[in-house]
């Protein structure tokens, strides 16, 4: 077990993530969330379930630009049930009919913190839903994480660099 690993991400986590959550409701999950406020005045568009899209965004999107943007716009987030796990679901209300999951998932390569944010969304109004998806384009996630680090003289190795001999 490689407790600076943890140690890392605990990190990353207070320092990256953690100031720009907000917690105005305790649930339990995005499904509870919409159960809870359907009964609202201003949530009548959930119980209009033919209006209601619901849409797994097929990207991953940079958790600290994506946090950060949508501070004033989170409800509540959820604690990973485990340390390993390094999960954690954060839910947000980006218009009046534009409801957002976003799981973050962290890891720890090469003594360094990653993390990723995908995304679910439940909606009604389209214009909302396509200006959003405008912006988490531009916070998509690009590289490889995976690919070796070049070491002294271009070499693949050397200080903390690995050489990629597969592939």
């Known amino acids: 077990m490689n407790y600076d690993q943890f140690n890392t991400m605990q990190d990353y986590w207070v320092d990256k993530i953690y100031p720009n959550l907000q917690q105005h ?94 995304l679910i969304s439940c909606y009604s109004n389209d214009t909302d839903f396509e200006k959003f998806m405008k912006d988490v384009k531009l916070m998509r996630m690009k590289g490889d994480t995976t690919k070796p680090v070049a070491g002294v003289g271009g070499f693949g190795a050397g200080l903390g660099g690995s050489i990629n001999l597969g592939e």
């Not at 201003?42 to 119980?47: I, K, V």
């Not at 209009?48 to 409800?75: G, L, W």
């Open 25 to 118: 409701v305790v649930v339990e999950s995005f499904n509870d969330y919409l159960k809870r406020t359907a009964f609202l005045p201003s949530f009548a568009w959930l119980r209009k379930f033919e209006s209601v899209k619901v849409v797994r965004i097929a990207s991953v999107v940079n958790s600290e630009k994506f946090t950060e943007k949508y501070t004033n716009n989170c409800v509540t987030f959820c604690a990973p049930s485990s340390a390993e796990g390094a999960f954690m679901t954060i839910l947000y209300q980006i218009t009046p009919e534009l409801l957002v999951e976003a799981s973050l998932s962290m890891w720890v390569e090469r003594d360094e913190a990653h993390s990723y944010i995908s």
